[in-house]
């Protein structure tokens, strides 16, 4: 099973829209998740972090189910500026990796096109 | 504005010479990461100095080394470029404290390989 795994899309929607992305990812002991966005050919850029509460910033809701190992995140009212690939980012646990709980797994990106 | 910075943005060498690739960061945060990521795909993390400990991933060929002579600046060298090393590589910085994991990133060098 991979670490964290998305929809790779595309999902392609018209403006104003809402629309919602899916993660998974399979380390029980994670304690910290972000939503990442990158434009094409650019760097990722940190979008929100997610909490155990779920959380919102303007149009954009995530939310967190640890049972499930299940984030989500739901762009409401869709812009063109929006389109970017949505990476699901979740911290390492030392524990059971090895890896610094400080170091993060990115998930492959989800692909979002608004259309005019 | 504290930032990631890297150098240069495009670079393009021939197939077996050697390249570095600079990165400075004004966040003074204590960790900085190289990644490597090739189109469609997730960011591959290659190694990361936590201060001045130097990281190494298992699947990080020896091909590629890391220098990090001080908090601001790090460095990665491609001692051999091959075809496949073509690719965008990625620095980025964070603090190693609960509650701060989150990392910020420069924009990136693409190199291209002839």
């Known amino acids: 099973r991979k670490e964290v795994e998305q929809d790779p899309g595309p999902f392609n929607v018209p403006e104003g829209a809402t629309v919602a992305f899916n993660c998974t990812y399979s380390?029980?002991?994670?304690?910290?998740f972000f939503w990442y966005r990158q434009d094409c050919r650019k760097e990722p850029k940190l979008l929100m972090s997610?909490?155990?509460s779920g959380n919102e910033d303007g149009r954009f809701t995530a939310q967190l189910n640890r049972a499930s190992q299940y984030i989500s995140l739901l762009i409401r009212d869709s812009k063109l500026s929006d389109s970017a690939t949505y990476l699901c980012v979740v911290n390492t646990d030392g524990r059971y990796s090895g890896a610094g709980s400080y170091q993060l797994t990115f998930g492959k990106g989800t692909k979002l096109s608004v259309i005019p | 504005d504290a930032m990631v910075i890297q150098n240069p943005r495009y670079q393009v060498t021939q197939f077996g010479k050697p390249v570095t690739l600079s990165c400075s960061q004004t966040?003074?945060?204590?960790?900085m990461y190289w990644y490597q990521q090739k189109s469609s795909q997730a960011p591959k993390l290659l190694f990361h100095?936590?201060?001045?400990?130097?990281?190494n991933e298992a699947d990080t060929p020896d091909n590629f080394q890391s220098r990090r002579p001080n908090t601001s600046f790090c460095f990665l060298d491609i001692r051999s470029p091959g075809l496949g090393d073509a690719a965008m590589y990625l620095c980025a910085t964070s603090r190693a404290y609960a509650g701060a994991y989150e990392q910020y990133f420069g924009p990136g060098t693409r190199l291209t390989v002839t």
């Open positions: 380390n029980s002991a994670s304690q910290s």
């Open positions: 997610v909490y155990s």
């Open positions: 966040l003074n945060h204590n960790v």
């Open positions: 100095y936590y201060d001045k400990d130097f990281n």
